[in-house]
Structures are given as C-alpha cells and as structure tokens.
C-alpha cells in the first residue's frame, strides 16, 4: 500500500480517530488527578486508597504497554487499537459507577489494559498508513492535538467535577469510545507487520505485572495499617517475580524485552536519567492538585488550570527544545533542565495557605514547565538514539515504560517518605506540612537527574546527518503520561518513525 495522503478525507479521519482515542487514555491521567480530594471524600478513601486509584491504571499500564505494541504488529493495529478503546470505554464505565474504592481501584487496573492495548497502537496506525511523505507531518499534528487534550483535560475535568461529579470523568468516555470504534471501523484500514514473530511473550508481561504490584502493595500499605509480615511477604515477592523477569526475559527465544539493548551505556544512562526524574515528576503531579484544593482552598477547576501554563509552555517549546538538542546534544539541556525542575519544586515548598495564585503559585508554574522543555524532548531522544539500531524503536517503548514505573513508584513511595497517611489528603495543615516534605524530596531527586546527566550522558549521542532534522519541528510532546511510544515490530520491538526527537504521548 503506498499510504494515505495526510490532507485526504480518509487522512483526516485516520488522524481524528487515533488522536480522540488516545486522547481519552491520556486525559486520564491528568483528569483523575484533579478528582482525587473529591474521590476521597465520596468514598470515604484514605490516602493509600487515593494512591491505589492512580497506581492501579499506571501498574498494568506501565507492564503491558511493550506487549500491547507486540500483539498489534501481530494481530493488526487497527483490531488491538479498537479492541483497547472498547476495553477502556468499558472499565471507564465501570469506574464511574464505582460504589466504594475497592470496587475502583480494580476498575483502574483493567482500565490499564485497555490503555496499554490502545496506546502503542494509535501511533503505529499513523506510521503504517499514511503515505512516507506525509508522516512527519501526520506525527506532528497527532501530536499537537494530543498535547492540546492534555491542556484541556484538566480544565474540562475540573468543570465536570464541580458541575456534575468526579463519576462524569469516567462517564465521558463512553460516547468518546464508541465514536472512535465505529469511525476506526469505518475509515481506517487494517495493517499488520508481516515480519512480526507468532510466538508473543506473555510470561515476561505478567511476572512484571507481579513484581511491581508486590513492591507498589508494600510501598503503599506499610504505614496504613498492614502487618509487617503481609508488607514483608509483598516485597520479596515482588523482588522475586522481578528477578524471575529479568531471567526469563533474557533466556527467551522471543523476549517482550531484549536485554542486550542495556548493553549500551548511553541507553541505560538515559533511562536512569529517566526514572529519576519522572519519578520526581510523578510525586508532584499526584500531590499538587490535591495540595491546592485541600490546602489552599482551591475549587476543582481552579486546580486544573493553576497548572496550564506548564503545558502552555511544553507545547511553545518542546519542539525547539528537541531541535536545540540535535544541534548541540543533549547533556546541556538534560542538565539545566532537572536543575529548573528541582528549583521549581524548592519554591513550591514554599506555597502556604493563604498564599495568592500569582506570586506564589504562578512563578514556579513557569520554572517549571520551562524545565519539562528542557528536558522532555531531548531525554527521549538520547533513548531512542542510543540503543543499536535494530532496537531503535524498541528503545522509544522502554524508555515510555520506564516513565511511567517511575510514576508508579513516586506515588507509591513519596508520601510514606513525607508523612502523609490516613486522612492527611483532608487535613489542610496535615496535607500542606507533608506536601512541603515532599517537595523537597522531589527537588533533590530532580537535582540528582540533572548531575547524573552531566557526569553519563555525552553530547555525541544526537549525532545523524541533518536530513532528519525537518522532522524535529513537527514534534512536541507532554510529560504528564509519559515518555512516546513507537511502533512494535519483530520479537516487540517498534520501528522507528520520522519524528524521532520529541514525537509522543501527553
């Protein structure tokens, strides 16, 4: 097939149909955030069980979203992708008539599948369909509006939960989903990678499933109560499923995750760049919004647009950002960013109640969204550039997975580290002395991201002709969910797509 011309009718349709898919799965992770203090007191949660409700979309996420590539490749994108929507709008559904956390948080994590399954596979349709001309492009712009429902998503979210109730976030998905199925139906054809392997990897995705739900239990559990034999018995079997990951993961004919890609220590420097930072980044994007309502008397809206500017600003600059880096290499940038990202934190560690928007929220917004440009683009793309070439794209998913496993630890982790258990998240005085506790954990976090890039990542690692720098100005990209996934081929590993620097998730 010689591809789908970007300006076509069916172009059009193809981009609107992945970009509201993949919408409603990235509005989800900033929209429930907003909701939580309303969440919590609805359904009477404490903080482990608010921590829960974000832990258990980012666990089955972050584990299977390699596999979700895979099975695409395999079984074709566009029946993964429809198969992943029809899966969220249904867990979506789900979650909105949840009658207490317990019945939500399971809800989450199927909610998780269906972003895993839909994920990967709405930016690999627009890389095997549209024409080789018009993928650039066709990045760019899916993209762009992306990172436009992720500016949105918080606003609108915000406005529903006051309007309406936190279950309207959920429930507005339903005839978001069934429009996506019936148009992706309709108006985009099928693709499959005919080199793709029959012999998928499920046993890897599900010990990763284990392992990280035995360590996130014991992180979130030991101070709410659990005896310490439970907590104990979680995290050695977590550690041991993780262990039986690695093994089994290296043993394999055909591995989910081939682990000769970390032979390059530039790759494996990246992701640890990677997982330290978007681990401070997780811990303050779970704490903020609840911050500004519990402790500062923010309405639901109010929150989610204290933080517009910092998405204002990622889709201003992330595109230059990833450009800058492909002229000078990245390790300016990978380390001034993480400074102004802990600096920025340091001043949100001084926000207090009674405090105004403008001097004392607004000014570290703006620190703070000018560090994520810095940063986002060009980590991405030392990832992707840094592993061999037959592992390119490959590269791209496990820097996404290692985005969000951060993300997933930082809300399991931080609180226990700043003292907020119980009923904190209620108690403004309680919420705002651990929220500062736990600014200045993230800050030092940032901070080590940014040395760590100094001293391991090296300037070279950019270097390609400069045919492929057209393709930088297409791109931008939001921190909120994530690094950007590629395309899966043979044994799981993606193709790399034209858009190299910055192309991705919001």
């Avoid at 609840?290 to 517009?308: C, D, K, N, R």
Wanted: aromatic content about 8%.
């Amino acid at each position: 097939m010689e591809g789908i011309r970007f300006k076509s009718p069916q172009g059009r349709w193809v981009l609107a149909v992945t970009v509201l898919g993949s919408g409603i799965a990235f509005l989800e992770a900033t929209v429930v955030n907003v909701a939580l203090p309303t969440i919590g007191r609805d359904l009477g949660a404490s903080v482990s069980g608010l921590q829960w409700v974000l832990n258990g979309y980012l666990l089955t996420l972050a584990a299977l979203i390699l596999l979700g590539g895979a099975l695409g490749d395999r079984f074709g994108r566009r029946r993964m992708f429809v198969i992943g929507v029809i899966w969220f709008t249904l867990s979506s559904a789900v979650c909105a008539a949840a009658p207490s956390v317990g019945f939500l948080i399971p809800a989450r994590i199927f909610q998780g599948i269906g972003g895993a399954l839909l994920t990967p596979a709405s930016l690999a349709i627009i890389e095997a369909t549209f024409h080789p001309d018009d993928r650039a492009p066709a990045i760019g712009a899916w993209s762009a509006l992306t990172g436009i429902s992720g500016a949105v998503g918080p606003l609108v979210g915000g406005y529903l939960i006051g309007a309406v109730s936190w279950r309207a976030i959920f429930f507005i998905n339903l005839p978001l989903g069934l429009f996506v199925v019936l148009a992706a139906r309709k108006h985009v054809p099928e693709t499959r990678d005919p080199r793709a392997t029959s012999q998928l990897d499920f046993l890897g995705p599900a010990l990763a499933v284990l392992g990280l739900a035995g360590l996130t239990f014991s992180l979130i559990e030991a101070p709410g109560g659990a005896s310490g034999a439970v907590v104990g018995i979680a995290a050695g079997a977590g550690v041991l499923a993780l262990a039986a990951f690695a093994f089994v993961e290296e043993h394999r004919p055909y591995p989910m995750l081939p682990l000769d890609i970390f032979r390059s220590r530039q790759f494996t420097s990246a992701n640890v760049v990677t997982f330290v930072v978007y681990g401070a980044l997780g811990g303050v994007f779970f704490l903020f919004v609840v911050f500004l309502q519990t402790s500062l008397g923010y309405t639901p809206i109010e929150a989610g647009a204290a933080s517009l500017p910092i998405t204002v600003l990622m889709l201003a600059l992330s595109s230059r950002s990833g450009a800058l880096a492909q002229r000078i290499g990245p390790r300016l940038q990978l380390t001034v960013g993480p400074i102004l990202i802990a600096a920025a934190m340091a001043l949100m560690s001084l926000i207090g109640s009674g405090d105004g928007y403008v001097t004392a929220v607004l000014p570290p917004m703006i620190v703070f969204g000018l560090g994520l440009a810095c940063t986002v683009a060009p980590i991405t793309a030392t990832a992707m550039a840094a592993a061999d070439s037959r592992h390119s794209g490959l590269a791209s998913g496990v820097n996404n997975a290692v985005s969000r496993t951060a993300q997933l630890v930082a809300v399991a982790a931080l609180p226990l580290a700043a003292g907020i258990t119980g009923s904190d998240y209620a108690n403004p005085a309680s919420l705002e002395s651990g929220f500062h506790k736990a600014m200045l954990i993230t800050a030092a976090f940032a901070l080590a991201g940014g040395v760590l890039a100094w001293l391991t990542i090296s300037n070279d690692v950019l270097a390609r002709d400069d045919a492929g720098a057209e393709d930088d100005e297409h791109c931008v990209h939001c921190a909120v969910a994530g690094t950007p996934l590629i395309e899966h081929s043979e044994h799981g590993a993606p193709e790399r797509v034209p858009a190299r620097v910055g192309a991705g998730a919001s």
